[in-house]
């Protein structure tokens, strides 16, 4: 399956943006979906994910409460919410999925074996 991010953007702080990943080809409905970020000079980290079956859902303790991960399986795209936006959110946000992902696997980026380009989120403050 072949992943495109989009919705990235420059917005202030306490404003919000909703990312696309969009797949190709098929539903990610039986992709286990996650979303993962980059700042400069730093680590990719885990923002926030859900299953492959069932949908359950998983966030990182920083955006807890703030965001939501949801997918749409008929339009073949998971979003990510994001509220009360941060500067400490801003980077390179991507999305990722696996069709044998296990849940306890969904914060991790080496488990994930499908990526899309990287979107841009610019909070100012």
């Known amino acids: 399956v072949q992943l495109q991010a989009s919705g990235g953007g420059l917005v202030q702080a306490g404003g919000s943006l909703r990312l696309s990943c969009a797949a190709s080809?098929?539903?990610?409905?039986?992709?286990?979906t996650g979303w993962f970020r980059q700042a400069p000079g730093k680590e990719r980290e885990f923002v926030a994910a859900i299953a492959r079956s069932g949908g359950a859902t998983v966030y990182a303790d920083s955006v807890k409460g703030r965001f939501t991960i949801s997918r749409d399986n008929a339009k073949r795209t998971v979003y990510l919410l994001m509220n009360r936006l941060e500067p400490e959110d801003t980077a390179v946000y991507y999305c990722?999925?696996?069709?044998?992902?296990?849940?306890?696997?969904?914060?991790?980026?080496?488990?994930?074996?499908?990526w899309g380009q990287g979107t841009q989120v610019t909070v100012s403050s």
């Open positions: 990722a999925a696996n069709a044998r992902i296990i849940y306890s696997s969904l914060g991790i980026p080496s488990a994930y074996d499908h």
């Open positions: 080809g098929r539903t990610l409905s039986g992709y286990g």
